[in-house]
T-cell receptor
Framework: DGGITQSPKYLFRKEGQNVTLSCEQN?????MYWYRQDPGQGLRLIYY???????QKGDIAEGYSVSREKKESFPLTVTSAQKNPTAFYLC???????????FGDGTRLSIL | AQSVTQLGSHVSVSEGALVLLRCNYS??????LFWYVQYPNQGLQLLLK??????LVKGINGFEAEFKKSETSFHLTKPSAHMSDAAEYFC?????????????FGAGTRLFVKA
């Protein structure tokens, strides 16, 4: 079955450390998205990419970086510049037009 | 620009009672509207969507929603709540704009179901 795979499910970061969250999709979707979810705040867009080798900042991009070297993959790096990284991170993809986004099962990032 | 407002961050119903989760949107172009459900520590799962055509949309698990353009609403309903419906629900609007397709999510409504 096609879908989106996020790994790891749980991740811990030490102070001053960069960590990378993986997102892979086999839906052949062009667009991919990263969201951050905090309790009571819904989903906030971090970065999105509509085609390979191109991506745009979302509403809360500071302290994060992404790459889109392959259509299937859209990894998110949480850098040491992100001072409050503890959150649930969701990756999504979109086939286009009037279709809904498909979501992975998320990665929960915590600070040690 | 688009926006979504979900009225009520928490809704509590008794098992067997009507579920009504409210969503109002704003959009300068014809919108596509979605309801998603999220269970703890999981991603969002699509419940139903409205794109064009019939304004009453049926989804999975007995949920349905009605698109009312005059009221800019897309409320989610289910005639009889089950314990398994306890989850967080998100309304979303998507439309084309100069930046391509963007989806805006509401803040979510957590549904509690009492036995």
């Amino acid at each position: 079955d096609g879908g989106i795979t996020q790994s790891p499910k749980y991740l811990f970061r030490k102070e001053g450390q960069n960590v990378t969250l993986s997102c892979e999709q086999n839906l052949n979707h062009d667009a991919m998205y990263w969201y951050r979810q905090d309790p009571g705040q819904g989903l906030r867009l971090i970065y999105y990419s509509q085609i390979v080798n191109d991506f745009q900042k979302g509403d809360i991009a500071e302290g994060y970086s992404v790459s889109r070297e392959k259509k299937e993959s859209f990894p998110l790096t949480v850098t040491s510049a992100q001072k409050n990284p503890t959150a649930f991170y969701l990756c999504a993809s979109l086939g286009g037009g009037n279709q809904p986004q498909h979501f992975g099962d998320g990665t929960r990032l915590s600070i040690l | 620009a688009q926006s979504v407002t979900q009225l009520g961050s928490h809704v509590s119903v008794s098992e067997g009672a009507l579920v009504l989760l409210r969503c109002n949107y704003s959009s300068s172009v014809p919108p596509y509207l979605f309801w998603y459900v999220q269970y703890p520590n999981q991603g969002l799962q699509l419940l139903l969507k409205y794109t064009t055509g019939a304004t009453l949309v049926k989804g999975i698990n007995g949920f349905e929603a009605e698109f009312k353009k005059s009221e800019t609403s897309f409320h989610l309903t289910k005639p009889s709540a089950h314990m398994s419906d306890a989850a967080e629900y998100f309304c979303a609007v998507s439309a084309t704009n100069t930046g391509g397709f963007k989806t805006i999510f509401g803040a979510g409504t957590r549904l509690f179901v009492k036995a």
